[in-house]
């Protein structure tokens, strides 16, 4: 499934200030708001695709990230078995207080019923949402480079295997909920700037289950879940970078009772890698080439992330030269392109000299061809330099 450009969701120019982005955001929200759509899937979707857009656009890393990455980079759905970070109606409430609330005074009440969502508003049952998981992941340059798939061991809550997950001693040890008959919330009428509204919210007494255990299962006490170890294979592509996050639908932790499980966020590290320095796609190596090397030339091995591969120097260059290795950088998270190696060329410069070498020196020092001679483009060098840290 494609998923549209945040701000095409929106309805901004990439170029929108982060007033501009709120706005936006406040008028979708309105527009889409579930309470004036009642039923309307479409008005959900837009409503919920509203507060994905806004969740990134409106925190500045991760609107870097998308600007650089687009949706792989923000936790989107970057192929290897990892589904879109998407939000729950739960979230998405959550985060109004931030933006609503001075607008309408109340903040959350204003809109009154929000706690009610989650489905019961469906007119079904609520069912449970399993907390996300979030572990971190460790990888070197050298698997960022290929991708790679990692088996990592997960602490979690599982289905309990004696009752399935049921929470009950028998499998069948319920009755129907009295307070709620079964329906799993109660409805109450409220007056909010909307106008009058029905709102239904959990039953107390359930807590939106519609039935009570009457025999509670002796191992996981009635939950109907208990922790466990799972051991999860994770599909990393290429070309992701620290503090990236993944999401994988499904993986977090189990519900109580039989409801849905939470996600399991993994959140990329970088480990520093002893030679390579990494620049976005781009790997820089420093070079230290002793002097007679430098005037002579020579041939060098250098490090890559694919192993040692050997580059000619050319005699006579000069220290501050950048050779540049087309394609032996890093990736792109989402497929295209790859970035190069920058060999950063530096001259090694004697700290202490021993006579033997003190009389060689004092022999070069007014040779004709050790004089300083610049052309343009080593007179450059500070210029080159400064785009090169840019
Ligand atoms: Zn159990
Ligand atoms: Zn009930």
């Given at each position: 499934m494609?998923?549209r450009d945040?701000?095409?969701?929106?309805g901004?120019?990439?170029?929108?200030?982060?007033e501009?982005?709120?706005k936006?955001?406040?008028k979708?929200?309105l527009k889409?708001?579930?309470?004036k759509?009642?039923g309307?899937?479409?008005?959900?979707?837009?409503?919920?695709?509203?507060?994905?857009?806004?969740e990134?656009?409106?925190?500045?890393?991760?609107?870097?990230?998308?600007d650089?990455?687009g949706?792989?980079?923000?936790?989107?759905?970057?192929?290897?078995?990892?589904?879109?970070?998407?939000?729950s109606?739960?979230?998405?409430?959550?985060?109004?207080?931030?933006?609503?609330?001075?607008?309408?005074?109340?903040?959350?009440?204003?809109?009154?019923?929000?706690?009610?969502?989650?489905?019961?508003?469906?007119g079904?049952r609520?069912?449970?949402k399993?907390s996300?998981?979030?572990?971190?992941v460790?990888?070197?340059l050298?698997e960022?480079a290929?991708?790679v798939n990692?088996?990592?061991?997960?602490?979690k809550?599982?289905p309990?295997d004696?009752?399935s997950g049921?929470?009950?001693?028998?499998g069948?040890?319920?009755?129907t909920c009295?307070?709620?008959r079964?329906?799993g919330?109660?409805?109450q009428?409220t007056?909010t700037?909307?106008?009058?509204?029905q709102?239904?919210s959990t039953c107390?007494t359930c807590g939106?289950?519609?039935?009570?255990?009457?025999?509670?299962?002796?191992?996981?006490?009635g939950e109907g879940?208990?922790?466990?170890t799972?051991?999860?294979?994770?599909?990393?592509?290429?070309?992701v970078?620290?503090g990236?996050?993944?999401?994988v639908?499904?993986?977090?932790?189990?519900?109580?009772?039989?409801?849905?499980n939470?996600?399991?966020i993994v959140?990329i590290?970088e480990?520093?890698?002893k030679?390579?320095v990494r620049?976005?796609k781009?790997?820089?190596y420093?070079l230290f080439l002793t002097?007679?090397?430098a005037?002579?030339?020579?041939?060098?091995?250098i490090?890559?992330?694919?192993?040692?591969?050997?580059?000619?120097?050319?005699?006579?260059?000069?220290?501050?030269?950048?050779?540049?290795?087309?394609?032996?950088?890093?990736?792109?998270?989402?497929?295209?392109?790859k970035g190069?190696l920058?060999?950063?060329?530096?001259?090694?410069?004697?700290?202490k000299?021993s006579?033997?070498?003190?009389?060689?020196?004092?022999?070069?020092q007014?040779?004709?061809?050790?004089?300083?001679?610049?052309?343009?483009?080593e007179?450059n060098i500070?210029?080159?330099?400064?785009?090169?840290?840019e």
């Amino acid at each position: 499934m494609s998923k549209r450009d945040y701000y095409e969701v929106l309805g901004l120019s990439k170029s929108a200030s982060p007033e501009e982005i709120k706005k936006a955001y406040r008028k979708m929200a309105l527009k889409y708001h579930p309470d004036k759509n009642p039923g309307d899937d479409d008005a959900e979707h837009k409503f919920k695709e509203a507060a994905e857009a806004y969740e990134v656009l409106s925190n500045p890393e991760k609107k870097q990230r998308y600007d650089q990455f687009g949706h792989a980079g923000v936790g989107g759905a970057a192929g290897g078995g990892f589904s879109g970070g998407g939000m729950s109606m739960e979230d998405i409430f959550e985060n109004f207080g931030d933006i609503f609330g001075s607008a309408f005074g109340g903040g959350f009440g204003g809109f009154g019923g929000f706690s009610g969502f989650g489905g019961g508003r469906r007119g079904g049952r609520r069912t449970t949402k399993g907390s996300n998981l979030r572990v971190k992941v460790k990888l070197t340059l050298e698997e960022i480079a290929k991708g790679v798939n990692k088996k990592i061991k997960v602490n979690k809550y599982v289905p309990c295997d004696t009752c399935s997950g049921t929470g009950a001693k028998d499998g069948s040890s319920h009755t129907t909920c009295s307070t709620c008959r079964g329906s799993g919330q109660v409805t109450q009428v409220t007056n909010t700037f909307l106008g009058q509204m029905q709102t239904a919210s959990t039953c107390p007494t359930c807590g939106g289950e519609g039935k009570v255990i009457t025999n509670k299962c002796d191992k996981c006490y009635g939950e109907g879940i208990v922790k466990d170890t799972e051991v999860i294979s994770l599909d990393i592509p290429a070309g992701v970078g620290e503090g990236m996050q993944m999401s994988v639908a499904g993986k977090g932790n189990a519900a109580r009772r039989g409801g849905i499980n939470g996600d399991l966020i993994v959140v990329i590290q970088e480990e520093k890698h002893k030679d390579l320095v990494r620049d976005g796609k781009d790997l820089i190596y420093n070079l230290f080439l002793t002097f007679p090397e430098a005037a002579m030339g020579t041939a060098v091995e250098i490090p890559t992330v694919e192993g040692r591969v050997k580059i000619k120097i050319d005699a006579g260059t000069q220290p501050g030269k950048i050779l540049r290795l087309r394609g032996k950088g890093l990736p792109e998270v989402n497929g295209y392109g790859k970035g190069d190696l920058l060999v950063h060329i530096n001259v090694w410069v004697p700290k202490k000299l021993s006579k033997e070498e003190q009389n060689m020196m004092e022999q070069l020092q007014d040779a004709e061809n050790f004089k300083p001679n610049p052309s343009g483009a080593e007179k450059n060098i500070f210029e080159r330099m400064k785009n090169f840290f840019e």
